[in-house]
């Protein structure tokens, strides 16, 4: 399907593994121009960039932390220099905090500030300074179009999960007053909310046998693979969309039913 995306200029952040990485692929293969940033692994990058410019699209790579400012900045300019503007934004870089599964502490009590403050200053601060940043080439765009990734631990939440679910959840206020600024200049803004998420069917860290078990007990009957988020993804930044807006779009293999 022809999305209308064809030499749009994208950055995908965080687009070197994952979601990212099945999100910037979808738009190589719609012939877009796609600049993706990378924390620490810049050769784990540059692979997405072949693969990306494999799939039909022209790819660049930039270095980027949530938690420094100043690289998101430069990561911004660089990228608009690189593609002269900006038409399409997707948050999707996040930090997961320094704590294993198994290390957190599960009562609010026990939480360490140095835990809470680097979770919080990345994926809500982070992406408050890379809006910032993005506003004016979106405003420029003819079609700007900018995404959040959320989850759904915002929503049902997870034991010693508050520092990360807490900051995705600013996210939806966040969203809900960009789409009044950015929207008067006809930006179109919007959330979508990943929940258990597979790549190529597995998981990174439950075995085949839970997720299915686990997945039998959601409404869809499946978990949604990274490309599920992808296409998602895709058709909200694309120019097929013009009246979606500050909008959380759930997916997450529907609800959990009860029993």
Not at 35 to 47: C, F, G, H, L, M
Not at 55 to 77: K, Q, R, S, W
Not at 95 to 111: C, K, L, Q, T, Y
Request: net charge negative; aromatic share 6%.
């Amino acid at each position: 399907m022809d999305l209308g995306l064809r030499d749009a200029a994208v950055l995908v952040t965080g687009g070197s593994s994952g979601i990212g990485r099945a999100t910037a692929i979808g738009y190589g293969r719609e012939g877009a121009r796609v600049a993706i940033t990378y924390n620490s692994q810049k050769d784990v990058a540059e692979a997405v960039a072949e693969e990306i410019e494999a799939a039909g699209g022209t790819a660049y790579v930039v270095p980027m932390d949530l938690n420094e400012p100043d690289t998101i900045a430069a990561a911004v300019e660089a990228t608009v220099q690189q593609w002269d503007g900006l038409d399409v934004v997707v948050g999707n870089a996040v930090n997961w905090g320094s704590a294993g599964f198994h290390d957190r502490p599960v009562r609010i009590e026990d939480g360490p500030a140095d835990w809470w403050v680097p979770v919080m200053r990345a994926n809500l601060e982070g992406n408050y300074h890379l809006v910032q940043q993005v506003a004016p080439a979106l405003r420029r765009s003819e079609h700007g179009r900018l995404v959040l990734i959320s989850t759904d631990l915002a929503e049902r939440g997870l034991p010693g999960s508050w520092p990360y679910s807490a900051a995705k959840a600013g996210l939806h206020g966040l969203v809900a007053s960009l789409q009044h600024d950015l929207g008067e200049d006809g930006v179109l803004v919007n959330v979508v909310m990943p929940g258990i998420t597979l790549e190529n069917g597995e998981h990174r860290v439950l075995p085949k046998p839970a997720v299915e078990q686990l997945a039998a007990r959601f409404s869809a009957r499946k978990f949604p693979d990274t490309t599920d988020l992808a296409d998602a993804i895709l058709f909200l930044t694309s120019p097929r969309t013009t009246a979606i807006q500050g909008e959380i779009l759930r997916v997450t293999g529907g609800s959990l039913m009860p029993g």
